[in-house]
T-cell receptor, first 112, second 114 residues
């Protein structure tokens, strides 16, 4: 069974632009969570989706948004990029809520 | 709100030596507890988890962790470290009603000397 896939793996943007990251969960998994990893702040929870509904949201500004589609694939969007948004964005999927999460390799976003 | 502290930013051990990585958590009740490992350029891999029951938890790759409620700790141990264990290790806590809402510690980077 294929693991969690994230596209693209690497991305370079400039300040003020917007970006969309994609996550395809493991087949059959219905829950997707997103995390931001930076050297300064570590791993921080962004949001969680289950059955196309956002169940939980971390402490991030409204520039960070996401959605989940009927096939459980998820996207996250960051608008008006700032230098501090440079990070590794990790997606994790689980079969249901409260099941083990499996992480993808991440998307490395660099904002110039 | 839950939080996790990993007091050691970086640990160096010799190959074959024993290892203990510390983790302390803050949460009102007994949370779900996890240890993940991350190799450079990779995502996170779950080593083990504690939900309830036996406080000594066995994981993959020869790792184990012990939950101590009185000390709010969940330390990770391995009796004999291999060079391939060099990586970053993260302790995480989640509320028992939603383990998708995970809070991570800052991580401990493990270096293994030959």
């Amino acid at each position: 069974k294929a693991g969690v896939t994230q596209t693209p793996r690497y991305l370079i943007k400039t300040r003020g632009q917007q970006v969309t990251l994609s996550c395809s969960p493991i087949s059959g998994h219905r829950s997707v969570s997103w995390y931001q990893q930076t050297p300064g702040q570590g791993l921080q929870f962004l949001f969680e989706y289950f059955s196309e509904t956002q169940r939980n949201k971390g402490n991030f500004p409204g520039r960070f948004s996401g959605r989940q589609f009927s096939n459980s694939r998820s996207e996250m969007n960051v608008s008006t990029l700032e230098l501090g948004d440079s990070a590794l964005y990790l997606c994790a999927s689980s079969l249901e809520v409260n099941n083990e999460q499996f992480f993808g390799p991440g998307t490395r976003l660099t904002v110039l | 709100a839950q939080s996790v502290t990993q007091p050691d930013i970086h640990i160096t051990v010799s190959e074959g030596a024993s290892l203990e990585l510390r983790c302390n958590y803050s949460y009102g009740a007994t949370p779900y507890l996890f240890w993940y490992v991350q190799s450079p350029g990779q995502g996170l891999q779950l080593l083990l988890k504690y939900f309830s029951g036996d406080t000594l938890v066995q994981g993959i790759k020869g790792f184990e962790a012990e939950f101590k409620r009185s000390q709010s700790s969940f330390n990770l141990r391995k009796p004999s470290v291999h060079w391939s264990d060099a990586a970053e290790y993260f302790c995480a806590v989640a509320p028992p009603y939603n383990n998708n809402d995970m809070r991570f510690g800052a991580g401990t980077r493990l270096t293994v000397k030959p």
